[in-house]
């Protein structure tokens, strides 16, 4: 897919083209295949079809295919040299102090292990399930003269959960990312949801965009589920521990926040991509 008709100031993240510029000529130049995942990955998708950011951030994150951590090391110091420093503690993300801005590197392909990348030198280490799988599915997008890959948006959400169970604590933007994404799905994708998944729509009743939505998402998420008995295990496990009971749904409880829901809506949502995912079929 290629779209070219998206702006860095529509993006609206603050130095965006001069960071992305700077890991495009490193990785480049260093021959290594890179991504552009999280906020900022939703925010470019969705701008295609006129949807503006509505948060910003200063924390941008990529992930790159390596094999080694002395291939990191290299990446990092051609960082340093673009006026990047390591940040203490985080052996993956950087800081650069003329953009005010913050990038994680993820590593992950033949470095990983156990779906972990090890930093010796730190002892700290990295967790990246899902990375291999949703990023072979991605897509190519275009802003401006430049072009980036990034997963598509049902691959989004399943790294966003992944991420989100791991840190519950501090990852919440990854639900808020999740929910705009269920919300405008339908819009977006009308034409193939009608033509590939209309015996989700209602016999009768009314037609609720969100759970049909968010359905056609788990149909479409199934996908990286079915090749990894790992990513299959951590999503179910999320979504289970987050429809069983709704009062104790913290899914739930961060998506109803500034929106007219109660949690039982939240949690019916949340059920319709569970049974897209459990439906066991692609359209």
């Known amino acids: ?10 993006l609206a993240i603050p130095y965006f ?21 999280g906020a900022s990955a939703v925010a470019l998708e969705l701008l295609k079809d006129g949807i503006k950011p509505s948060r ?29 420093i390591n940040v203490k503690d985080s052996s993956w993300r950087f800081y650069n102090n003329s953009y005010n801005i913050v990038i994680d590197l993820l590593p992950f392909g033949e470095i990983e ?27 190519r997008v275009e802003i401006e003269e430049k072009s980036v ?27 808020y990312d999740i929910l705009k994404i269920v919300e405008h799905f339908f819009d977006i994708n009308f034409d193939e949801i009608v033509e590939h998944h ?6 009768e009743g009314n037609l609720d965009q ?8 788990g149909r479409k998420a199934s996908k990286f589920l079915n090749v990894s008995e790992a990513i299959n295990e951590r999503i179910l496990k999320t979504i289970n521990d987050n429809v069983a009971n709704v ?17 039982e809506y939240a949690v019916e949502i949340l059920e319709e991509f569970k049974k897209g995912l459990i439906e066991n079929k692609l359209k």
């Open 17 to 37: 083209k001069e960071v992305f510029d700077c890991i495009d000529e490193v990785m480049i130049k260093l021959n290594v295949p890179y991504y552009l995942i």
């Open 198 to 203: 209309y015996d989700t729509f209602p016999e």
């Open 247 to 263: 009062e104790n749904s913290a899914i739930a409880k961060q998506w109803v926040r500034g929106k007219d829901w109660d949690l």
């Open 149 to 175: 890959q990034i997963p598509s948006l049902e691959g989004m959400i399943v790294l966003k959960l992944i991420a989100w169970s791991d840190r519950p604590e501090v990852r919440n933007s990854d639900l």
């Open 113 to 139: 292990e156990e779906f972990t990348v090890n930093f010796n030198e730190r002892y700290t280490d990295l967790h990246v399930l899902g990375f291999s799988e949703v990023l072979q599915d991605s897509v």
């Open 1 to 10: 897919m290629n779209i070219s008709n998206q702006t860095y100031k529509e």
């Open 56 to 84: 910003g951030t200063k924390d941008i994150d990529f992930a790159i295919m390596i094999s080694s951590i002395q291939e990191f090391e290299t990446i990092a110091e051609e960082l340093i040299k673009h006026g990047f």
């Open 210 to 217: 969100f759970k049909i939505a968010a359905r056609v998402l």
